[in-house]
């Protein structure tokens, strides 16, 4: 066998096997992210009714979605806000920005979720996620149509809260959309690997783990790490009245 033929045979195994690799973590069969540190989930209605004494026992902080939108307040927010506050986890809420609504509609529907639990004294800075969905996956909103809008919900609820709220971002938003984050702690997405930057302060390592203590439709959840100490972590909360 020619030289040429073994070194073609041997990209081809190689190139093999880095697809096999590859598909190995795309569905999740392996994973190489196990940070250690202070643990938290994020979660929806999607995993339905929660058992917070059982869930609390994986984690300690969590975030529940609250709203999306300018008009839209997710079914079980009320019930995991409190729920997961009256378990003794350190709580916050997000907000799924939509880039078919003004800013400022869409921090009035969030403020106004948030001020309905009348437990906002003690949580983490609210969040909002801004991802790339839907119709907008392909084809992102242009960045000077996006930002001003994104500036106009941080700076109302800056303004309501007293602090910048946290940005939850995907390596493609935060490249397009990075001059809205500015002086925002950021909440990166990376289930595959750590992510490139190390200025997150939140880092979604896992849309994979399955615990007891949820009954939806949606059997996984997601999982994070704080950047600092369970000390650090409470630092960051509220206090609102």
């Not at 609210?126 to 991802?131: G, M, N, R, S, Y």
């Not at 930002?147 to 946290?166: D, F, H, L, Q, T």
Request: charged share 25%; proline share 3%; glycine share 8%.
């Amino acid at each position: 066998m020619s030289r040429k033929k073994r070194y073609g045979i041997v990209f081809l195994i190689m190139a093999a096997a880095a697809a096999a690799f590859a598909a190995l973590l795309w569905f999740r069969v392996i994973s190489l992210n196990h940070p250690d540190g202070i643990k938290g989930a994020d979660i929806s209605s999607y995993q339905g009714q929660t058992d917070w004494a059982e869930l609390s026992k994986h984690m300690d902080f969590v975030f529940v979605k609250a709203t999306e939108g300018s008009s839209s307040t997710d079914d079980m927010f009320m019930d995991n806000f409190t729920g997961a506050k009256e378990a003794g986890l350190v709580t916050g809420a997000y907000h799924f920005f939509s880039f078919d609504s003004t800013g400022s509609t869409q921090a009035d529907n969030f403020i106004g979720a948030l001020e309905s639990t009348g437990q906002t004294d003690g949580m983490l800075p609210p969040v909002i996620d801004v991802e790339l969905y839907g119709k907008y996956t392909n084809d992102p909103k242009p960045a000077e149509e996006a930002v001003p809008e994104i500036k106009a919900m941080i700076s109302a609820v800056e303004e309501r809260y007293g602090a910048k709220p946290i940005i939850y971002t995907t390596m493609k938003t935060r490249k397009r959309y990075k001059e809205a984050f500015d002086g925002c702690m950021l909440w990166e997405r990376n289930v595959f690997f750590r992510p490139l930057n190390n200025d997150w302060t939140f880092w979604q390592y896992s849309d994979h783990e399955k615990f007891d203590g949820y009954d939806g439709d949606e059997e996984f959840i997601d999982m994070n790490v704080f950047s600092g100490s369970r000390e650090d972590l409470e630092a960051l909360t509220l206090h609102t009245r």
